[in-house]
């Protein structure tokens, strides 16, 4: 080996150090900003490594490229608010899914034109663009819906699934034809076609309340895509971070799954959330009213409380409360209440989402604890306040069988003295039901925007 090519294979047995690492401190929220950090150097350090192959004789292209890119990326994350996490997140799937793409089109052009690859290249191109072009579609789809332009309901047509096993059958037909005899670029354009055409069929029966699933569900494509372009282009670096962002996306996936009580099949075959509308008049359809609280009332009992547990929920993320939040919890602070959230795995609309949100305020991340570490507080705190949130607290999940969410593992904020839910209106989450938690004997509802709720509530207390 020459000098170059030990640097090369060093460097990317580093890079591949830094990504295993990178994803252990990723675990937690103290070491999750190194770990970026670090699996950031990490791609640096393999992407420095690669640019010295000798297989490059021209530099232009690529130079243009990383400009592009770098100014794109800049402007992104200096541009998009932290309520576009998910969109971005989805983005970025998709670009990851498109780019394993045109590596498998660029390669089958090239050895189309000569008497085609090995079958092991042949079926790695192939798999490339399948995987590829499913992320890039899925997950321009599934940005859409988290961005409003797409409904985000499911949508769901007749034969839908007839329809979708058919297109599956006759991408498999084509590849297969392809493995035989390779040189047919019509043959090929049909692939890539039907392709993206499958992952917009894949991801449009799906509704907004599994979004966190599929966005990870899309991760593990878009790194499976990744490690099938490395074996196509004999990239190392490539194949291992490839492999570690499928295996951890797959994983997560299962993760979400499990805290919905559901299977990956019932996410993805099932069109969960269509529209069921809510009781009018603030009424259930069983006839019960709900009790409003105005912000005096509230802040008198968060403010003569001993511990107050906050539950975030999309509806934070939408209004940008965050930061009030964070100011209402230093308010009770400062009268000696113990304030602490609950975050459920699938709040939100991405793994995270609500961390990532409590983390821009500064929120202290030891005050921040997941579904199993938090649930037996509920029936010790004086005030559970429920931010937006809507299936996640749905008692409904624990014993009704007919409920779309049943044997979904829900956080206990009924347990709580006094609940206090601050919405815009009675409308359902996107499982389509009614919130029984909203018509509680303990529950009032401060109805409004959940910045402009947060703001009063905290000059309340401060008069209190």
Same mark, same amino acid.
């Given at each position: ?16 150090? *830094? ?11 103290? %070491? ?45 994350? %200096? ?15 998709? =670009? ?23 079958? #092991? ?14 992320? =890039? ?13 797409? !409904?985000? %309901? ?27 005899? =390779? ?32 966005? *990870? ?22 194949? @291992? ?15 979400? *799954? ?84 609950? @975050? ?25 604890? #997941?579904?199993?570490?938090? !649930? ?70 401060? =109805?409004? #925007? ?15």
């Amino acid at each position: 080996m020459t000098a170059r090519e030990i640097f090369i294979a060093l460097a990317y047995m580093i890079a591949a150090a *830094c990504f295993v690492v990178g994803l252990i401190w990723l675990q937690t929220p103290k %070491r999750a900003r190194a770990g970026n950090i670090l699996s950031a150097l990490g791609m640096l350090l393999a992407v420095i490594a690669t640019l010295l192959a000798k297989e490059i004789v021209d530099y232009s292209m690529i130079v243009l490229g990383i400009v592009i890119g770098t100014a794109a990326g800049a402007w992104m994350a %200096r541009t998009v608010p932290m309520t576009g996490m998910p969109q971005m997140v989805g983005l970025l799937n998709g =670009f990851g899914g498109a780019a394993s793409a045109l590596i498998a089109a660029a390669e089958y052009f090239h050895y189309a034109a000569g008497k085609g690859p090995a079958l #092991d290249l042949t079926i790695a191109i192939l798999l490339t663009m399948l995987i590829g072009a499913v992320t =890039f579609s899925g997950s321009m789809i599934a940005a859409g819906k988290l961005q409003g332009v797409v !409904n985000e %309901r499911a949508v769901t047509y007749p034969f839908q699934q007839p329809i979708n096993l058919i297109l599956a059958l006759t991408i498999l037909a084509t590849g297969a034809y392809l493995v035989i005899d =390779f040189a047919h670029p019509w043959v090929f354009g049909y692939f890539i076609v039907a392709s993206l055409v499958l992952g917009v069929l894949f991801t449009i029966p799906i509704g907004g309340a599994d979004m966190p699933v599929i966005i *990870c569900l899309l991760n593990s494509f878009s790194g499976l895509a990744a490690a099938m372009a490395g074996f196509v282009v004999k990239n190392n670096a490539l194949i @291992i971070s490839g492999s570690l962002v499928g295996a951890s996306g797959i994983i997560l996936t299962q993760i979400m *799954c499990w805290a919905m009580n559901r299977s990956i099949g019932n996410v993805l075959f099932s069109a969960f959330g269509a529209t069921v509308t809510a009781g009018a008049g603030g009424k259930s359809a069983a006839g019960k009213t709900v009790k409003p609280i105005q912000a005096d009332e509230a802040a008198i009992l968060l403010a003569y409380a001993q511990l107050v547990i906050i539950v975030p929920g999309y509806g934070m993320a939408v209004s940008q409360a965050q930061h009030a939040v964070r100011q209402l919890a230093d308010e009770l602070g400062k009268r000696s209440v113990a304030v602490k959230y609950a @975050i459920h795995p699938v709040a939100g609309r991405m793994p995270g989402h609500m961390n990532v949100l409590l983390a821009e305020a500064n929120v202290p991340y030891d005050q921040l604890y #997941d579904m199993d570490q938090i !649930n037996d507080e509920f029936q010790r705190a004086d005030v559970a306040i429920v931010l937006g949130a809507n299936d996640v607290v749905n008692p409904a999940a624990r014993y009704d069988k007919s409920s779309p969410i049943y044997g979904m593992p829900i956080l206990n904020t009924d347990h709580a003295k006094n609940i206090i839910v601050m919405k815009r209106s009675m409308n359902p989450g996107f499982a389509g039901i009614e919130n029984e938690l909203f018509y509680h004997d303990k529950t009032r509802m401060l =109805f409004g #925007d959940a910045k402009e709720s947060l703001t009063k509530l905290i000059n309340e207390v401060k008069s209190v």
